[in-house]
């Protein structure tokens, strides 16, 4: 390489690192455009625990959060998201690039194949490590907002993520509903069938 204007060469270190972080700003551009369509979704299936009809459609739930939350309400539960898509983007490829480089034997046929599948193995693994922000986020989203589902007794209430994050992770609820075939009944908590809840 000559001069330091010289492009990183491709499959090295700062060559990764230079590609996740022009990947991360624009993730977290997207991710910041569309996150109040993502709370209106997330609210649109909490409804559902209370039977309440309170968002309905697009534009009318524009409206109620803006008329009871302001444009806040539209951001529920962003930091949290965006900090679990940053980690798990440089995770991911920082682990990949590992794998790739020092793990892989470029002499074998099927090299193109192995990174593929090395890739995906640590986007697996990079989005469970961080799936407690998607947790924290998603409960933020919904936190207080006038659905049943939202509130107390069904969920805490929380005046930030932090608080969200520190309750869960004293309760060991941190991995709740990460699984989609089994679930653990969270520690120290007895299920009330009759009320449809834990104590």
Same mark, same amino acid.
Request: charged fraction near 15%.
């Given at each position: 390489? &000559? ?9 090295? *270190? ?8 022009? @990947? ?5 551009? =997207?991710? #910041? ?8 979704? *997330? +609210?649109?299936? &909490?409804?559902?625990?209370? +039977? ?7 534009? !009318?739930? #524009?409206?109620?959060?803006?008329? @009871? ?6 951001? =529920? ?7 679990? !898509?940053?980690?798990?983007? %440089?995770?991911?490829?920082? *682990? ?9 034997? !470029? ?40 659905? =049943? ?6 969920? =805490?209430?929380?005046?930030? %993520?932090?608080?969200? %994050?520190?309750?869960?992770?004293? @309760? ?10 089994? +679930? ?8 009330? #069938?009759?009320?449809? +809840?834990?104590?």
């Amino acid at each position: 390489m &000559v001069g330091s204007s010289q492009k990183a060469e491709e499959g090295s *270190l700062q060559h990764v690192v230079n590609e996740t972080t022009k @990947e991360m700003i624009a993730r977290s551009c =997207a991710t #910041i455009i569309t996150h109040p369509f993502h709370v209106i979704t *997330l +609210r649109c299936m &909490v409804q559902f625990i209370g +039977r309440e009809a309170k968002y309905s459609g697009v534009f !009318d739930s #524009i409206v109620t959060i803006y008329r @009871e939350e302001g444009v806040l309400g539209f951001f =529920a539960g962003l930091i949290p998201r965006l900090l679990g !898509d940053v980690l798990s983007l %440089w995770i991911c490829n920082m *682990l990949a690039h590992f794998i790739n480089a020092y793990a892989i034997d !470029d002499s074998t046929s099927h090299t193109g194949e192995i990174k593929n599948c090395s890739q995906a193995v640590t986007g697996f693994f990079a989005s469970m490590l961080t799936y407690p922000f998607v947790l924290v986020s998603n409960l933020m989203a919904v936190n207080n907002c006038g659905l =049943a589902g939202g509130l107390p007794p069904y969920a =805490a209430v929380y005046p930030n %993520w932090l608080y969200c %994050w520190s309750h869960l992770s004293r @309760e060991g609820n941190m991995g709740r509903g990460n699984s989609l075939f089994f +679930r653990k009944l969270p520690a120290g908590k007895m299920y009330a #069938i009759e009320q449809k +809840r834990f104590f």
